[in-house]
């Protein structure tokens, strides 16, 4: 909401000594935060006067365009002749609108106007043209280039003389406040609201512009029919006679471009001014083009409205409408609709002033794409009691401006709702804020926000205003209090942590993973938890994976993402090429989070009232909704891990960087990950490893499918990692104890076994670990050979067994025992031959 400083004051009696900075301290102390402070200055130098032009002759030029070579008076600024008599500018103007007449606004030699354009005395089509005649774009105080300004002959009944200074017509010195508005204060979007309140906060009069009571429903004017109860209020007040060719006033535009609007016509000026003044949006329609009563409804199936925009729009029917006889006129406190728009001809004018349900709003606006400034008021909420009095108040500006003629007969159908009463302890602000608020504080700082207060002893009986519809819960008014006494006046008090409590075993583990992975040298991200269908299927999982059972979201931020996640690779896929579309390329990057899996045959979650807490019965829906939300953690790696340099060659971050990285966080863990090959998507069908404890499957690694790297925009060989680290957690609760070291040496021992080609090697290495016993501390796979000396078909394994005892120190023969009957086990599992 942009606030200027001067249309503040008009309602909020404030001092000379208020200064911009307490009034931008008052807006912030109130929630109110001040985006920006503009300073508005005239966007240029030197003379700038009010000339009227004398005498004006068309010249046409061989280039087909016509310049007007026009004689002005500039007053006492008028040029001295040789003979020292003063002689009147000669000017050359490209406009189509001068004429002879006419009072203009002139630049004069020495000026500069904005974007740095100096005016001087120079010769163009035939002429030394002695100035400037100016359009508003070119003085910068508005858009219009088709025409030169033209000023009216009396400003506030004062002729206009030429020869004086034009800036004080075109511009005042003013101080605009940019404010952001939550949507807990939707009086504050308007100037009406931000008086208010800036008024009590400085102790200052303030006058209420909303100065009307809504009377009883009457239907004398326009008829009006209301059927959808979204509409509980609707007033109608008619003027006719309006002059077509009225202009509006230099100091409505002005404020309406102050404000962020710009001015269009004299009767949807007005409209808009009220809106911005008292926070009631209202709509004009051209009387002679409704057809029949205006009738307020939902849409029904298949009707299409053309907007003011000119687009034609498919209704849905939760859209409330405004209507007549032929159709749709608008979609209600959107957008209005084609057929009934005010032109430069309408004389009879049907202003609209209704009250709207904020949600029923909000949804149109969003379903059609249509943001306004109505909308946007509607949405948070407006004060249904201010309708009459704003209709009435953009009626009389048209009389004033516009020479028309208000009807004595109107309309209004319906009634202001009834604002919600409340009943509290007097000194609940106080122990709620814990700082003591004296009972008189607390009336004095409802009334002063409009609340009618009644004081029962120590009970305070409360009545909101009607622009007040956030006031709601005893709770609402401690937040008021608080607020007005200020947030930097109550003291700030860390509560006591209890006794006893700490982390569980899992938040240990999880941060221990988290550790571990990071001191791997990834980089974590938080990525957003949302997919779409394009996801999985980029991925290539088949129709049955447990990963395509999404779960949507009633209320999506984005239509391009309306699943919550159920796998982390996609958001970190997004994050790599996001990345290497940058030349960003060397990466390794992780993320630990949930998931969320839709329940076979799960029941749709119900939508409960907001006044209570929902029943037992509903909670226990809640919970048989819930998706399953297992805990994963997932790593993607691509380009160098350590980059080529005078030292050697670097390293690729390939597939051992995320193993590495599930085996850090096993190890945190107290477990050991085994390997064996997979075909799982979205991993290369031979280049993909499944990870287990204990046999069980607890995530995948590898290579991706190139497909998969070519559907993301990933580098080629990108590598993957995804772990179920609550599977991981849970894998060996009794984990963590630390076996008794042994003080005895190790032996080691290498075998080399020749095995047929197809053969897993740690299917290989689990028999050498089996054969081998208890004495077994490890054994280890450092080669593999295919050749020749091995034969077709075949390959060959070494491993490196580390044997030790926990009483004694093996004997040669000991160890070679253990090692031959490691080492019969792998014959005899797989026919494996000894290799010399």
Same mark, same amino acid.
């Given at each position: 909401?942009?606030?200027?400083?001067?249309?503040?004051?008009?309602?909020?009696?404030?001092?000379?000594?208020?200064?911009?900075?307490?009034?931008?301290?008052?807006?912030?102390?109130?929630?109110?935060?001040?985006?920006?402070?503009?300073?508005?200055?005239?966007?240029?130098?030197?003379?700038?006067?009010?000339?009227?032009?004398?005498?004006?002759?068309?010249?046409?030029?061989?280039?087909?365009?016509?310049?007007?070579?026009?004689?002005?008076?500039?007053?006492?600024?008028?040029?001295?002749?040789?003979?020292?008599?003063?002689?009147?500018?000669?000017?050359?103007?490209?406009?189509?609108?001068?004429?002879?007449?006419?009072?203009?606004?002139?630049?004069?030699?020495?000026?500069?106007?904005?974007?740095?354009?100096?005016?001087?005395?120079?010769?163009?089509?035939?002429?030394?043209?002695?100035?400037?005649?100016?359009?508003?774009?070119?003085?910068?105080?508005?858009?219009?280039?088709?025409?030169?300004?033209?000023?009216?002959?009396?400003?506030?009944?004062?002729?206009?003389?030429?020869?004086?200074?034009?800036?004080?017509?075109?511009?005042?010195?003013?101080?605009?406040?940019?404010?952001?508005?939550?949507?807990?204060?939707?009086?504050?979007?308007?100037?009406?609201?931000?008086?208010?309140?800036?008024?009590?906060?400085?102790?200052?009069?303030?006058?209420?512009?909303?100065?009307?009571?809504?009377?009883?429903?009457?239907?004398?004017?326009?008829?009006?029919?209301?059927?959808?109860?979204?509409?509980?209020?609707?007033?109608?007040?008619?003027?006719?006679?309006?002059?077509?060719?009225?202009?509006?006033?230099?100091?409505?535009?002005?404020?309406?471009?102050?404000?962020?609007?710009?001015?269009?016509?004299?009767?949807?000026?007005?409209?808009?001014?009220?809106?911005?003044?008292?926070?009631?949006?209202?709509?004009?329609?051209?009387?002679?083009?409704?057809?029949?009563?205006?009738?307020?409804?939902?849409?029904?199936?298949?009707?299409?409205?053309?907007?003011?925009?000119?687009?034609?729009?498919?209704?849905?029917?939760?859209?409330?409408?405004?209507?007549?006889?032929?159709?749709?006129?608008?979609?209600?406190?959107?957008?209005?609709?084609?057929?009934?728009?005010?032109?430069?001809?309408?004389?009879?004018?049907?202003?609209?002033?209704?009250?709207?349900?904020?949600?029923?709003?909000?949804?149109?606006?969003?379903?059609?794409?249509?943001?306004?400034?109505?909308?946007?008021?509607?949405?948070?909420?407006?004060?249904?009691?201010?309708?009459?009095?704003?209709?009435?108040?953009?009626?009389?500006?048209?009389?004033?401006?516009?020479?028309?003629?208000?009807?004595?007969?109107?309309?209004?159908?319906?009634?202001?709702?009834?604002?919600?009463?409340?009943?509290?302890?007097?000194?609940?602000?106080?122990?709620?804020?814990?700082?003591?608020?004296?009972?008189?504080?607390?009336?004095?700082?409802?009334?002063?926000?409009?609340?009618?207060?009644?004081?029962?002893?120590?009970?305070?009986?409360?009545?909101?205003p009607t622009w007040r519809p956030d006031l709601v819960d005893p709770y609402d008014y401690v937040e008021e209090v608080g607020c007005k006494v200020g947030y930097d006046h109550i003291p700030s008090v860390v509560p006591r942590a209890p006794v006893g409590r700490g982390l569980t075993r899992s938040q240990r583990l999880r941060r221990a993973i988290n550790t571990a992975v990071a001191g791997q040298g990834l980089v974590e991200l938080i990525t957003m938890p949302f997919i779409n269908d394009r996801d999985l299927d980029r991925m290539g999982l088949p129709a049955e994976d447990p990963r395509r059972r999404v779960v949507r979201l009633a209320n999506p931020l984005a239509d391009t993402a309306p699943y919550l996640r159920t796998s982390l690779l996609p958001g970190l896929f997004a994050a790599i090429s996001r990345n290497t579309s940058r030349?960003?390329?060397?990466?390794?990057?992780?993320?630990?989070?949930?998931?969320?899996?839709?329940?076979?045959?799960?029941?749709?979650?119900?939508?409960?009232?907001?006044?209570?807490?929902?029943?037992?019965?509903?909670?226990?829906?809640?919970?048989?909704?819930?998706?399953?939300?297992?805990?994963?953690?997932?790593?993607?790696?691509?380009?160098?891990?350590?980059?080529?340099?005078?030292?050697?060659?670097?390293?690729?971050?390939?597939?051992?960087?995320? %193993?590495?990285? *599930? &085996?850090? +966080? @096993? =190890?945190? !863990?107290?477990?050991? /990950? $085994?390997?064996?090959?997979?075909?799982?998507?979205?991993?290369?069908?031979?280049?993909?490893?499944?990870?287990?404890?204990?046999?069980?499957?607890?995530?995948?690694?590898?290579?991706?499918?190139?497909?998969?790297?070519?559907?993301?925009?990933?580098?080629?060989?990108?590598?993957?990692?995804?772990?179920?680290?609550?599977?991981?957690?849970?894998?060996?609760?009794?984990?963590?104890?630390?076996?008794?070291?042994?003080?005895?040496?190790?032996?080691?021992?290498?075998?080399?076994? %020749?095995?047929? *080609? &197809?053969? +897993? @090697? =740690?299917? !290989?290495?689990?028999? /050498? $670990?089996?054969?081998?016993?208890?004495?077994?501390?490890?054994?280890?796979?450092?080669?593999?050979?295919?050749?020749?000396?091995?034969?077709?078909?075949?390959?060959?394994?070494?491993?490196?067994?580390?044997?030790?005892?926990?009483?004694?120190?093996?004997?040669?023969?000991?160890?070679?025992?253990?090692?031959?009957?490691?080492?019969?086990?792998?014959?005899?599992?797989?026919?494996?031959?000894?290799?010399?």
């Amino acid at each position: 909401m942009r606030a200027p400083m001067s249309w503040l004051r008009d309602w909020a009696q404030l001092g000379d000594d208020v200064t911009v900075d307490q009034v931008a301290e008052q807006f912030t102390r109130l929630g109110l935060t001040v985006e920006r402070i503009e300073r508005v200055e005239p966007g240029w130098s030197g003379p700038v006067v009010v000339g009227r032009v004398l005498e004006c002759a068309r010249e046409p030029q061989k280039n087909g365009r016509t310049i007007s070579w026009c004689l002005v008076d500039v007053g006492h600024h008028n040029a001295d002749s040789a003979e020292g008599v003063d002689t009147h500018r000669g000017i050359v103007c490209g406009a189509p609108n001068v004429d002879a007449g006419q009072l203009v606004v002139v630049a004069l030699p020495g000026a500069v106007l904005p974007g740095d354009f100096a005016i001087s005395a120079r010769k163009t089509y035939g002429h030394v043209s002695d100035g400037m005649i100016c359009a508003e774009d070119e003085l910068g105080v508005g858009t219009d280039h088709t025409g030169i300004m033209v000023l009216p002959e009396t400003v506030d009944g004062r002729a206009l003389v030429p020869g004086e200074d034009a800036t004080p017509l075109l511009v005042s010195p003013d101080t605009v406040f940019d404010i952001d508005v939550t949507p807990d204060l939707s009086h504050c979007m308007s100037i009406r609201g931000l008086a208010r309140e800036l008024a009590g906060a400085l102790g200052a009069p303030f006058t209420d512009p909303v100065s009307l009571t809504t009377p009883d429903p009457v239907a004398e004017g326009y008829p009006v029919r209301l059927l959808d109860a979204a509409c509980p209020l609707f007033v109608a007040v008619t003027v006719d006679d309006l002059n077509p060719t009225a202009q509006t006033p230099a100091w409505m535009k002005r404020r309406l471009e102050l404000a962020g609007m710009r001015s269009i016509s004299l009767a949807v000026d007005v409209t808009n001014y009220v809106m911005l003044e008292t926070g009631q949006p209202l709509h004009a329609y051209d009387g002679d083009r409704l057809q029949g009563s205006i009738v307020v409804r939902k849409a029904h199936d298949g009707e299409v409205l053309t907007t003011l925009d000119e687009q034609e729009r498919t209704l849905d029917p939760d859209d409330l409408l405004i209507t007549d006889d032929s159709g749709p006129i608008g979609v209600a406190g959107v957008m209005g609709g084609a057929s009934a728009e005010v032109t430069e001809t309408t004389r009879t004018i049907v202003l609209e002033a209704a009250h709207f349900d904020a949600a029923t709003i909000s949804r149109g606006m969003r379903r059609h794409k249509l943001p306004s400034e109505a909308s946007k008021r509607f949405e948070r909420g407006v004060d249904p009691g201010a309708a009459y009095s704003a209709a009435h108040r953009a009626a009389d500006l048209l009389v004033s401006l516009g020479g028309a003629r208000k009807r004595t007969t109107e309309t209004v159908t319906g009634k202001v709702p009834v604002m919600p009463t409340q009943t509290i302890a007097a000194s609940l602000a106080g122990d709620v804020l814990g700082v003591e608020v004296p009972t008189e504080q607390v009336v004095s700082i409802l009334q002063s926000s409009g609340v009618q207060v009644d004081v029962a002893g120590d009970r305070l009986h409360l009545v909101p205003p009607t622009w007040r519809p956030d006031l709601v819960d005893p709770y609402d008014y401690v937040e008021e209090v608080g607020c007005k006494v200020g947030y930097d006046h109550i003291p700030s008090v860390v509560p006591r942590a209890p006794v006893g409590r700490g982390l569980t075993r899992s938040q240990r583990l999880r941060r221990a993973i988290n550790t571990a992975v990071a001191g791997q040298g990834l980089v974590e991200l938080i990525t957003m938890p949302f997919i779409n269908d394009r996801d999985l299927d980029r991925m290539g999982l088949p129709a049955e994976d447990p990963r395509r059972r999404v779960v949507r979201l009633a209320n999506p931020l984005a239509d391009t993402a309306p699943y919550l996640r159920t796998s982390l690779l996609p958001g970190l896929f997004a994050a790599i090429s996001r990345n290497t579309s940058r030349g960003n390329d060397d990466l390794a990057l992780y993320e630990a989070g949930s998931v969320f899996l839709a329940r076979e045959g799960a029941p749709t979650a119900p939508s409960p009232s907001v006044d209570a807490r929902p029943s037992d019965d509903e909670l226990a829906q809640f919970a048989a909704a819930l998706p399953e939300q297992p805990r994963l953690l997932a790593a993607v790696s691509c380009g160098a891990w350590t980059r080529p340099g005078w030292r050697g060659a670097g390293l690729p971050a390939d597939w051992t960087t995320v %193993v590495a990285a *599930a &085996d850090a +966080a @096993a =190890e945190a !863990v107290g477990v050991t /990950l $085994v390997r064996r090959q997979a075909e799982v998507a979205p991993w290369h069908p031979g280049r993909c490893a499944e990870l287990l404890v204990d046999g069980q499957v607890v995530g995948v690694a590898g290579e991706l499918h190139p497909s998969v790297c070519q559907a993301f925009g990933l580098p080629a060989r990108t590598a993957a990692m995804e772990l179920d680290l609550d599977d991981l957690i849970a894998a060996d609760p009794g984990r963590g104890v630390l076996a008794p070291l042994s003080s005895h040496p190790v032996a080691k021992e290498d075998v080399a076994l %020749v095995v047929d *080609a &197809d053969v +897993a @090697a =740690e299917e !290989v290495r689990q028999a /050498l $670990v089996e054969g081998g016993g208890a004495m077994v501390e490890s054994v280890t796979l450092f080669d593999v050979y295919t050749g020749p000396q091995v034969g077709e078909g075949k390959k060959s394994l070494a491993f490196a067994l580390r044997i030790r005892a926990a009483d004694h120190t093996l004997k040669d023969a000991e160890a070679a025992q253990v090692r031959d009957a490691a080492v019969a086990v792998a014959v005899e599992r797989f026919g494996a031959v000894l290799r010399d």
